[in-house]
Structure formats: C-alpha cells, structure tokens
C-alpha cells in the first residue's frame, strides 16, 4: 500500500513562484506544491528535508526550481522542472537556515543570502544549469554532495551583510553579476566580478536619505496647531519624529531591477526610490502613501486608513506593479513615475469582504499575468497589464482559489448520497467556517459559517465575530455532522446532496438540525458511537463528557454525564467500546470506563453523573494517550482490545483489557494487558484514526509524519508513511471507501491524500441511508430565516446550568404545590373553627367556653405573645433613644441660638401681598465685659447730655454745636441715657473748650458774669469727667 498526496486544501500565506506560464508553486507543509494558474488544481509536490523548506525560487529559461532545505547543516537543492530530478546540491553557505534564495533568469546562478548566524550573501554556480564560469583560480573546492546528487553547485563568492532581516533580494535578469538586497537596514547593490582570476563582491549601500516622508493631512493640521506650543518641546518632539521616520525610511520591502541597471525599491513608509544600482545614487522617487490615501478615501471609511506597506514589486516596459500589504495592487506609471495609472483589489472571501492583506506576489516569466497570496487564504491570477481598469474605481482580481483564512484545526469525512459518485473531506478552521471538499478531485463543496453577534455590535453581518471550529465528527453511514465550537456549543448539521435535473452533477449545501450549549469552554472531543446515534461529546478544559441521543426522534437530548475527578486532571482521549462501554483517559494516564444508561430520559433532571465502572492503570505512559480506537476485527461479535496512542511514546501501542471488562464493579480497578507495539514517530504520536473495517490505522506525529497501518488481532505492521508536514499533525480521517485520506498540520498546511492498496482494489463505498434526517433538516434549517441559521447567541446558560435551573424550578414547583395543599387543609380547619366559635357566641353562658380554650397551639400562641412584648419592648427602647437625642439637639440649638439674644428675631408676613414682610431688630445678649463696657459709655453720655444741659443760652461755647443734634423733648434720652455717646468724650471737651478760647480771645471782650459762672461750673465737670476717666 502507499499514501500519496494528491491535492492541498490550504494556502498558508507562504511566497510565490511561477515556475512556467501555466504553473506556479507555494511552501505548503514539508514541501512545495506546483498548482495550475488559471484553476489552482494540483499538478505535483516536491518533498523535502524532514525540517521542511525555508526559501525556493524557480528560473523558466533555466527549467529549475532551486529549494532551500532546512536540513543539518542546511543545503540547496536544484531540481530540473517538469520532472523534479535532482541536478545540484549547494552546501556551505549558511550556518542556520537561509533566509531568502534566488536563482537567475537563465538558471545558471544561484544566491543565497542568511542573517540567523554569520550573516552573509553567497553566490554560487551551476554547472551545467548556463554559462559556465568554471573552477576558476582562487574559487572554493567543490565539496561532494552527500545525498549522491548528480551535480555540485560551485561557491563564486560570500560577502557579509549588515541586514537584521533580508525582506527581498534579487538579481539583474540582463546581468547575473548585479544583485540588490533589502532590508530593515536599507538597501544594498551586491556586483560579481572576476579580481587576478577569482570570483569577488563588492557592495554598494542606497542612499535613502533624500527619500521623502509622506505626510497626511493629520498631520498637517498637528503641525500647524504645534506652532503655539513651547518651541523646546517641539524640537524634542520633532528630533524624536525624525529619528522614527529615518528608521522607516530605510527599512525596505521589496525591491525590483529594471533597464540600465536601475533597481526600485519601496521602503515602509511607502515611498518608491529610483536607484542606481552602480553608484547607489537616488535618481527620481514616488511618494506612493500620498497618492495611495487620496485614491481609497471612498474604500477605506469603514476600514480605518488605507495601509501604504509594500509586499512586493514588478515593472514592465510601461509599468511598475506594487501589491500592498492590505488589499491593493497598483499600476504606476514609468519612467516618468508620477502617477498611478489603475488599481485593483482582492476580492473572494466569502461573505464579500475583501481580505485584510496580501502576503505574496509573483509575475509570470512572459510578463502576461500575475498571481498574489493573501493570509485570508485567497490566491488571484490576473492580466498584467488589464485594460478595464482605471484610476477612478478598483478592478476586481478574478481568484484562483479560496481555503480557509488562519488555522485549520479539525477534519473529517463524510458520506453522501447513494448515486453521488465522491465522498466529502470537511475541515473546520479558527476563522469559524466549516467547509466541505470532494474527495476524489479536491473541489470545493460548500460551507457553513459559525458567527456570533457581539454587546457592543450593532445587527449587520459584517460586525459579528467568527467562532472557531475546534472539532468534527461524522455519524457512521449518514450525512449528519457534529460540529464542536470554541464557544463550548455543540452544532450538528446534515449535508444534502441534490442532483442537478438533467445532469449527473450534484448541489451540496449544508442544514442545520440541532444547537446544544454543553460548555462555557471549547468543545475538544467528539466521538460517535458505531451503531448507535449516540454522540459523546467532551471538553477537556472543564473534565466533563456528554451523551447525546442523535436519533431523528430524539430532539438531540443529553442521556448521560460524565464528570472527571478532579485528580484526573484533562481529558485526554475517548472512544466507544461495546454497545454500552465510553472509554476514556486522562492526564493521569489511567483508562476509565463507562456504562451507558438503558432507556429514554425523558428529563434533563433524570441525568444523573455516571460513575466509571472500571478503571486501568497504565504506567508505561503516566502523563495520559492522545488518542484512542477499539479494535474489533472484521466479523468478531465484539471489540478485543484498544489501539492507544501517547504523545511521550513513540508509536501507537495495542492492548487487550482483562475478562469481564462490562461487567466489572463500578470503581474495580483492572489492567491492560499489552500485547503488541509499534514505533514510527520521533515526538510523539498526536491523532489516529480507523478505517471504517478495522482493517487500516492512520496516525499522525509531532514530528509531521503521517503513517498506514495495517492492524490485526495481535499487532500493526507499518504499510507507507510520508513526512509531508513540518509541524504537529492534529487531525486525520479515512473516507469511507478507504481510497482517500486526509491530515491536517499546526504549519498550516491540509493535505487529501490518495491510499493506494496493492491488490489495485478499494472496499465498496457505504452511502448514507438515512432519509428521516432530511426531513428533520428541512423543518428546523431550510429556511433562511430559521432560528438555527441566525448568529449564535452571544452567551446562553451551559447543559449544566440549564440541568441546574431546571432542578431549581422544579424544586420550587414541588414545594409551592406542598405549600398549596397546606394552605388548603389550614383553611378548611379555619372554616370548621369559624363555625365552632359563632356557635360558641350563641350558647348560653352557663355553656359558653372561655376563648383561649380555642387556641390549639398553645407554645406557639405563648411564643407570639413574647415575642410580641420583646418586639414592643425593643420599639419602646429604640423611641427613648430618639426622643434623648431629639432632646439633646433640642437643649443646645436653646442654648446657643434662643437664650442668648435679649430680643429675639420676628417676622410678620401679609396674608393679602405676597413678599411683604416686617421683621423687628434682634438683639443679643451681652456679656461681663460687654455689658461693663457699655455701662461705662451710657455714664460718660450722661454727663455729656448733663453739659449740653448746663450751658444754656445759645451762644455758648461748651461743646458747641453739639445742642442742635438734641431734640427739643430729651427728657427720656436724659432719663433713660440711651442715646449712644461719642466714643471719646473727652477729647471732644478739650477741642469745645479750645475753640471757644480761640474765639474770645480774638474779640476782646469781656465776658458776662454768667459766663464766668459757666466756666467755673466746666471746670468742675472737667474735673469730674477726669476722675470718671481714670475710674
């Protein structure tokens, strides 16, 4: 038997290559596969090292593909083209692997350039391959190929290189002695010369200095409103700028050679510069950013800004080409290099979305078409120079072909009808579509894609989030699906197939028949039972295992739960043994099993946790199997042992358990007895999986192999493996004739592989033949505008929250109907004791019964009472509480704002007007000092109203003026003393009596005796004031 891959199903976002008109080649797992331009269909592979392929390139006048091998220590290989035999084998030209090979137009030179250790650029010869440069004095010995290859490529020169990383490198097609490379550090022009008859390079940096820094009108304005700012701020500012746009400005991407040696080359920042390749000289530059922003302003609105990295470059005689890394492809125009003539973009992914960046570009070697890769898993071929498109709207790129964009993460086989001639490879990615293929030809059936709607998110389709699909399985003779989602819910789908009326073709499309939310984790293992339409159902993260009933009559309903211990850590494998046996295995590498329960569940509460009936210890490999298969040879009544596989062993392992195994007492623990090992896998083995007779055993490594065997009662013998994938193999599946097989890798990379048995013959292909899930498909999914076909809900309850919830409720049902019956039967005893108390009121009183001989609970009417007093005596205690505190606030609100005013403040209102108001004069008590002090003052207004009073006639001099401020009737202001006096009484007499000397004195006459008597009765007031004064 052989394994032969026959087609991919994936494009991982790998380089491009044509290598002739109508093919081109990618990386896809362990080697290269060579696809048709026009339809992408698989015309060969090329397998390599066991480490895979790090770079290749392929040279159409020379018919080669030149493959660099990530083998130790690393070597190129040169392969003639179409037949791939090997011709040369290029050794020591790198210490790790290289990063980037290419090889000249006409085949005869090869360079290689590596940057992981010792970075350096060598270039080397191909004998034979082209011109011939011979073994020239002071060239390298030639160094014999271990592999018996027929040829030795000749090492010319190596030259080391300053680039971190080399983002492209390239040879002059009219000159394969001029080479450019580019990098993070900028870019370089490499020239191959003969110096006293030995091969040497020279180099010649780019001067990029002088290229221009794109500015958008952001940034404009930022700079126009920084003219206002502190000027010491903006030069740091501005040197911090420079500084980042001189890293981005010599940091180039791609690079591409036109005539009389000119090289372009595109930078990040999206400016093209026009080099020459002699003297590094910039001779003309494109300011690409800027012309890009102003032509995708009306397709960038919904998509932010319009990225201006370049991914790869081309020229023609009329145009330089440019793909950007986000959806664009570009046609500027040359050698003026002003402007850009048309553009076109990537469309094709399947909701109609562009993809969000190209990752690869190639031109084919008559410059009639090109082809671009995008990480949306998209190939597109088109004319290079189209005539429909110009530079007002984007042409659309016709596509090549369309895989998944990310991971694919599971795969599957699935049968279809009777009379349909294929069966079907289906594949669930990270990017949450499940998408079917023929298995025979490797065509694109249909698909479903899982979405989910976000909170923040309005309705349209384009903002829900893709739910990956994390796992697959296919009930056993029918088209039926299960699908299990990174969301933790379980889907399960029916795949129609309707013949075309006329034709023998058939029209797939995919039904859903079920949504289950099992899991809050993502759904990690599926397993269908071989005749029964039981579905287990598992997640490791949260060490729980369902059953679920997938009969059409069922409604998909959970029979059985499993709950893992808590020390058996993850859940590692599961598999069906017997009619009613689930065996499953742990971290803790031991193997339990469980028994099915017998009838329907008719309630999600009926599902109680079932407890493993057996449980086998395997200390061969204590950290748990990867994968597990019961075996039952082909007309045995019942399995006779497991197929394990563990990813610490190296092989896959067969072991028969002891008698009585269905039987055994629940918690028993048992043992393996291993009958029979097999070896294949250096790391590990990861996944395996059984042909539908029991017959053949597909396994896959962590090494990337996959490997046939062939089982029987006592062992497996190894029949073909093939090293075709580069990392991890997590998925593989037989289809149902046994003629095909399918493995899916972490490297991206799904290869359809055709079984070829030795007899020439296959096994007889089982079709579905289960009618009734079609029409079940048809009620619950046909419709568009099923609830089965909306976004998933965004978060639901999981199947134990629901089992939970639902015991709850009716938990709470159970005891409100309890309670009912209660409430019944105390109204009735209610009723009957009503009717003994009125007739208690109408008998006489010699036969009246006192009321508390009613009572019947007596301690409970006893404790009601006292809880009564307690509860009155607590109200009572809490009401003096207050009523101390209401008292208290009450005292010092008297204290400080009504006991200390003498006179306290009142407003009387208008009932008639509204805001008229009169309010008296408060006035505040005094205190010792206060009231002594205007004591004092009310004395020395007495005495000064005592002198006013004493002066008499009107023309007196004491005090004078003073009497015409007193009314005419003061006897009570006299009486009473309170008119307020002048502060300073005192001082005011001695001014009086100054004045009125001054005025005497001048007139010279002589005063009257009443006069004299005056100033005799002053001067004894004086006198009196005094002694007031110092008392």
């Not at 599926?526 to 997938?550: I, N």
């Not at 109408?842 to 404790?863: C, G, H, N, Y």
């Not at 009484?985 to 005056?1014: D, F, N, Q, T, Y």
Request: include cysteine; hydrophobic fraction near 40%.
């Amino acid at each position: 038997m052989e394994v032969v891959p026959s087609t991919a199903l994936s494009y991982p976002g790998s380089a491009l290559a044509y290598v002739d008109d109508e093919h081109f080649a990618y990386i896809m797992g362990n080697g290269l596969r060579f696809a048709d331009a026009t339809t992408g269909k698989t015309k060969t592979f090329l397998w390599a090292d066991p480490r895979g392929i790090s770079a290749f390139d392929c040279s159409f006048k020379g018919r080669s593909v030149v493959v660099a091998v990530k083998s130790h220590p690393p070597v190129i290989k040169s392969y003639a083209w179409p037949s791939l035999e090997l011709k040369h084998t290029l050794i020591g030209g790198a210490d790790l692997d290289y990063d980037k090979v290419v090889v000249s137009r006409s085949g005869e030179r090869v360079v290689s350039v590596s940057t992981s250790k010792n970075p350096r650029l060598v270039v080397w010869s191909l004998p034979g391959a082209g011109p011939s440069d011979g073994n020239a004095p002071g060239s390298p010995p030639t160094i014999p190929d271990p592999s018996g290859a027929s040829g030795v490529g000749i090492m010319l020169a190596e030259i080391p290189v300053t680039l971190s990383e080399c983002t492209a490198v390239s040879i002059n097609p009219g000159d394969s002695n001029m080479i450019c490379a580019c990098g993070p550090e900028g870019i370089f022009f490499y020239k191959l010369s003969k110096v006293q008859g030995a091969w040497q390079l020279s180099v010649t940096s780019g001067d990029a200095s002088d290229l221009e820094v794109p500015k958008s009108e952001d940034d404009e304005s930022e700079a126009t409103s920084s003219e206002e700012e502190d000027e010491e701020a903006e030069e740091e500012e501005e040197a911090r700028r420079q500084d980042e746009l001189s890293q981005t400005r010599g940091h180039f991407m791609a690079c591409t050679w036109a005539k009389d040696n000119k090289v372009y080359g595109g930078n990040a920042d999206g400016t093209i510069g026009c080099f020459n390749a002699e003297t590094g000289e910039l001779l003309d530059q494109f300011s690409f950013s800027r012309e890009m922003m102003q032509m995708t302003a009306s397709i960038s609105d919904n998509e932010g800004p319009v990225e201006a990295r370049i991914v790869g470059m081309f020229n023609t005689k009329t145009d330089l080409i440019v793909t950007t890394s986000r959806r664009l492809v570009y046609w500027i125009k040359i050698p003026k290099f002003n402007r850009i003539d048309h553009y076109a973009s990537c469309y094709g992914i399947a909701d109609g979305m562009p993809p969000s960046r190209i990752s690869a570009c190639a031109c084919s070697p008559t410059y009639e078409r090109f082809i671009v890769g995008t990480l949306d898993g998209t190939i597109h071929s088109d004319k290079l120079t189209p005539s429909e498109y110009n530079s007002t709207k984007p042409g659309i790129m016709p596509m090549t072909a369309e895989f998944h964009s990310g991971w694919v993460l599971c795969a599957t086989t699935v049968a279809t009808a009777a009379n349909a001639t294929e069966d079907l490879m289906a594949t669930g990615g990270s990017d949450g579509t499940l998408r079917f293929w023929f298995s025979d030809s490797g065509k694109f059936a249909c698909l479903r894609h899982y979405k989910m709607e976000l909170e923040e998110m309005a309705g349209p389709s384009e903002d829900l989030t893709s739910v990956p699909v994390t796992m697959l399985a296919t009930q056993p003779g029918h088209p039926v699906v299960a699908v299990g989602l990174a969301s933790g819910q379980l889907s399960i789908v029916y795949v129609h197939a309707e013949e075309v009326q006329g034709s023998s073709k058939f029209v797939m499309s995919v039904l859903p028949l079920a949504l289950l939310p099992l899991y809050a984790q993502p759904v990690t293992h599926l397993e269908f039972h071989p005749t029964k339409p039981w579905l287990a159902v598992g997640s490791a993260d949260e060490g729980l295992l369902y059953v679920v009933d997938c009969s059409p009559t069922a409604s998909f309903k959970v029979i059985a739960s499993i709950e893992c211990s808590v020390a058996a850590g993850r859940i590692a494998a599961i598999c069906w043994y017997a009619d009613k046996l689930l065996v499953s295995t742990a971290n803790d590498g031991v193997v339990r099993g469980y028994v099915m329960p017998e009838g329907p569940v008719e309630d999600l509460v009926a599902v109680e946790p079932t407890p493993p009936v057996c449980e086998f210890p395997t200390p061969r490999h204590p950290s748990g199997f990867s994968s597990l298969i019961a075996h039952q040879p082909k007309g045995a009544p019942a399995p006779t042992g497991l197929w394990l596989s563990a990813v610490t062993g190296k092989g896959i392992g067969y072991a028969a358990p002891v008698e009585g195994l269905v039987e055994a007492v629940a918690g028993e623990t048992l043992s393996l007895e291993v009958l029979n090992e097999a070896s294949d896998h250096q790391k590990g083995v990861s996944c395996m999986a059984v042909s539908p007779l029991n017959d053949l055993v597909l396994s896959g490594g962590l090494d990337g192999r996959v490997s046939l065997w062939s089982v029987g009662d006592r062992g497996a013998t190894k029949m073909a493996h093939l090293q075709c994938h580069s990392s991890a193999v997590v998925s593989v599946s037989f289809t149902g004739d046994t003629r095909a097989a399918i493995s899916v890798a972490l490297d991206g990379s799904v290869l359809l592989h055709s079984v070829k048995h030795k007899e020439g013959k296959t096994k007889p292909r089982p079709f579905s033949t289960a009618a009734a899930f079609l029409g079940v498909a048809r009620k619950r999914g046909a419709a568009p505008s099923a609830a089965l076909n909306q976004p998933l809900p965004l978060s639901t309850d999981t199947w134990k929250d629901e089992v939970a919830r639902s015991a709850s409720e009716s938990q709470a049902m159970n005891a409100q109907a309890q309670l009912s019956t209660q409430r019944n039967a105390v109204a009735e005893l209610a009723k009957q004791l009503q009717g003994l108390l009125q007739a208690n009121n109408s008998a006489p009183d010699i036969e009246k019964m006192d009321r508390d001989e009613f009572v019947i609970d007596l301690t409970r009417r006893d404790a009601t009472v006292e809880a009564n007093k307690a509860q009155a005596a607590k109200v009572r205690s809490e009401n003096q509480a207050n009523d101390a505190v209401r008292d208290l606030v009450t005292t010092r609100i008297r204290n400080q704002c009504v006991d200390t005013m003498e006179v306290q403040a009142q407003e009387v209102h208008a009932l008639q007007k509204a805001h008229c108001i009169v309010a008296n004069f408060p006035i505040r008590k005094l205190d010792g000092k206060e009231a002594a002090k205007t004591d004092r003052l009310k004395r020395l207004r007495v005495l000064e109203l005592r002198q006013l009073r004493h002066a008499g006639v009107v023309g007196s001099n004491v005090w004078p003026g003073r009497r015409n401020e007193i009314p005419d009737d003061i006897s009570w202001i006299v009486n009473e003393g309170q008119l307020a006096p002048r502060i300073d009484v005192v001082a005011s007499l001695k001014e009086s009596r100054a004045e009125s000397k001054k005025k005497g004195g001048e007139g010279g006459e002589e005063k009257p005796a009443a006069a004299a008597k005056g100033e005799k009765d002053d001067a004894t007031e004086d006198g009196e004031e005094d002694a007031h004064e110092g008392e």
